[in-house]
């Protein structure tokens, strides 16, 4: 079991022809991900790694199962592709780019809430469940399938937090970004509901950085009842206010958004939150060992 | 990106927001001709990018022009200091010079980004000249917020609702409704992520005024408005920040003496943290993003090695997309042009870790490796205390 995609999950990559896209698509199709198709405008009719490539989303789907759309297509260009995927009804949207501007999330966010679509991102590195699929550009090789969901705000973070895991002999139930944007789709809280909801996942890891508050609505999650055991980590304690730290989200006044507010609330809430990002497959050896 | 006022102001009157008549000069006797053209009696306003000019001294009211010309030369050329420059000020190079506005009441009005609500929000409030983060937190209820439509933009009754809930009346009322949706234009077609007036003056003749204006904008929107991007003032930024991103890095300055470069923002952060654990202060957050090459990799191990306060260095890479080898070629590229000044530990793991860590024994270079990532952070904070300090 996983949570959004598994084994048998069809996918379309928007921007399938070009550098990323290609690249990426590869790496996915080793991983063994079921890449139906391809998107790009004006290269409809041609195949590209063995794959069908469409001019629009709405023609990719009328000839191929498609489930999960991910999306390698320039900041500009990017939320237009988000909707076009869901206006052609795809369920779940990942998208990878990084850069769009904020109120082009604003448009998109409010064009989704008329839509059953998901979305993933953006500035993810997508999601993977370990094992099955691979709809994102993680570094396969450091995963293995397992008990534990891991959801966070950012991706080598998250890779070494995984990479943790591994080496403690924890695998992964599904792993994903929520990405690095202040308005992103999917939220933490999101996440954990899926995580709760999954028999396989038996604890969760949560890696969250200073900037807008979606810690500090999972500790309310949390705090509401949510039964299996979460481990966090908040990067950015160090970090100043007022200074975007890398993600255009990543940023913090000095009184809303601090790393060290969320690992207060979190803490209260019954999470245990390490301060050491060192240490976090330690902390979830060490916890699902004194559970077991 | 943030602005000046004067400039913030020329926008917002483009969209039909009432500022006061004034100038922008860089002299002393361009500050006399402006109080000339202005009526005698100025304003004199430091235009730097901090909060908090006029308790410093930044902010003036004079009477006539020569003494325009005479506080004028006292400001200009100077370092200005407020709470929010840092101990060292910042210089001021130009004077915003206007006519005196005659204030009733102070009010404050402002358009963010909301990410709770993923959409801008139109914030007012009757509590004008005050900071308005403070307000939130001890009356929030003097705060009006109302989420604006992505597609519709500010609706009528919206600012209607404003202008009752800062208390108008009569013409003041009558032009509240064109100055809010002016506002809201301005945030929306510009790709802003704050628009702030505080205080918006209501003057004694019952007009509306927009004292003070303060804009920011998204980076990731700026590629639209190259008018915008030319705003950008280069003495206001630190210029290794500048430098950084020319070259496609994400890098801030910090106050500690331990350096570091990391691919990624969350590991960057990271990072900083584990420095701070092991009992010492990072010196920066640098990343070198997810499509980084070998350049991009030089010129970031070149700008911390280039910084004086710097006393030993941690890179701390975890190998996806980005191969180690390719890191590892890069900051031996880096070390043979320059010298390697400053003890550096070098974390790497992930893709070609292997490539990487033989590429920089092979260099000869006095690198120290250490694939833990805890054991690294405390070797360089071990290395930054070292007496003798840097080589």
């Known amino acids: 079991m996983s949570i959004l995609v598994g084994r048998t999950t069809h996918v379309l990559v928007q921007g399938l022809t070009g550098h990323e896209g290609t690249f990426h698509t590869q790496s996915m199709i080793d991983y063994g991900t079921d890449v139906r198709a391809g998107v790009t405008p004006g290269k409809g009719g ?23 759309s991910i999306i390698f297509v320039p900041a500009r260009a990017a939320a237009d592709a988000i909707m076009e995927a869901a206006e052609a009804g795809i369920g779940l949207v990942v ?89 992103v789709g999917l939220s933490f809280v999101d996440a954990l509901r899926m995580f709760e909801a999954d028999p396989e ?19 309310a999650l949390v705090g509401r009842g949510f039964t299996k055991p979460l481990i966090g980590y908040i990067a950015g304690l160090t970090a100043p206010p007022g200074r975007r730290m890398g993600h255009a989200g990543a940023i913090m006044s000095a009184a809303h958004g601090t790393a060290a507010q969320k690992i207060e609330l979190l803490e209260s809430a019954g999470a245990r939150v390490v301060r050491n990002p060192a240490r976090i497959g330690e902390a979830v050896a060490s916890v699902l060992s004194g559970r077991t | 990106m943030r602005i000046h006022e004067y400039q913030a102001k020329r926008l917002l009157a483009g969209f039909g927001v009432p500022v006061p008549r004034g100038e922008v000069v860089e002299t002393p006797a361009e500050a006399r001709a402006a109080a000339e053209s202005l009526g005698g009696t100025v304003i ?86 005050v900071d308005i983060e403070t307000l939130a937190l001890t009356e929030p209820d003097l705060i009006l917020r109302q989420p604006v439509s992505p597609s519709a933009g500010l609706l009528g009754f919206q600012a209607r609702n404003a202008a009752f809930g800062l208390g108008l009346s009569g013409a003041a009322f009558d032009r509240a409704g064109a100055l809010f949706a002016g506002l809201v234009r301005t945030f929306m077609e510009t790709d802003a992520s704050l628009v702030e007036i505080n205080p918006l003056a209501v003057t004694t003749a019952g007009e509306l005024v927009a004292a003070d204006a303060k804009m920011d904008f998204d980076d990731n929107g700026l590629f639209r408005h190259p008018d915008i991007k030319a705003l950008l003032d280069p003495d206001e930024e630190p210029s290794e920040e500048l430098e950084a991103a020319r070259a496609g890095l994400s890098f801030v300055r910090l106050d500690g003496d331990v350096g570091c470069m990391v691919n990624g923002a969350g590991l960057a952060m990271a990072t900083m943290d584990l420095i701070a654990l092991a009992g010492g202060r990072p010196a920066n957050f640098l990343d070198v993003g997810g499509g980084v090459s070998e350049d991009s990799v030089r010129q970031a191990f070149l700008i911390l090695a280039a910084d004086p306060g710097v006393r030993s260095a941690l890179v701390n890479i975890f190998g996806g997309i980005v191969r180690c080898d390719l890191v590892a070629r ?45 054991r690294a952070a405390r070797e360089a904070v071990r290395l930054a205390k070292a007496p003798g300090g840097p080589r």
């Open chain 2, 330 to 374: 890069g900051i031996v590229r880096a070390a043979r042009e320059r010298g390697v000044r400053i003890p550096v530990v070098i974390r790497m793991e992930g893709t070609n870790v292997e490539l990487g860590r033989e590429i920089l024994a092979d260099s000869g270079l006095p690198f120290v490796s250490e694939p833990d990532m805890e």
């Open chain 1, 95 to 183: 998208c990878i780019t990084e850069g769009i501007p904020a109120l082009d999330m604003a448009r998109v966010k409010a064009f989704l809430r008329e839509r059953p679509a998901r979305l993933i991102g953006p500035n993810t590195p997508g999601i993977i469940s370990p094992g099955q699929t691979k709809i994102g550009i993680m570094p396969g090789p450091i995963h293995q399938p397992g008990p534990v969901g891991v959801v966070s705000r950012s991706g080598t973070l998250t890779y070494e937090a995984v990479n943790q895991l591994t080496l403690h002999g924890l695998g992964q139930s599904t792993a994903l970004g929520i990405g690095g944007d202040p308005i």
């Open chain 2, 44 to 129: 004199l306003k430091a235009q730097i990018h901090a909060g908090g000019r006029g308790k410093a001294g930044g902010i003036l009211r004079v009477e006539g022009p020569a003494a325009a010309a005479a506080a004028a030369s006292r400001l200009l050329g100077r370092p200005l200091i407020t709470p929010q420059t840092g101990p060292q000020g910042r210089i001021v190079r130009r004077l915003l010079v206007e006519e005196p506005v005659a204030i009733a009441r102070e009010l404050y009005v402002g358009v963010v980004l909301s990410r709770e609500a993923a959409r801008p929000v139109l914030l007012t409030s009757p509590r004008g000249g």
């Open chain 1, 201 to 219: 996942t038996k604890a969760v890891v949560l890696i969250g950085e200073i900037g807008g508050s979606a810690e500090e609505e999972a500790a």
């Open chain 1, 46 to 68: 041609a195949r590209h790694l063995g794959r069908p490539v469409f001019d629009t989303v709405a023609a990719a789907v009328r000839s191929e199962p498609i489930d999960v």
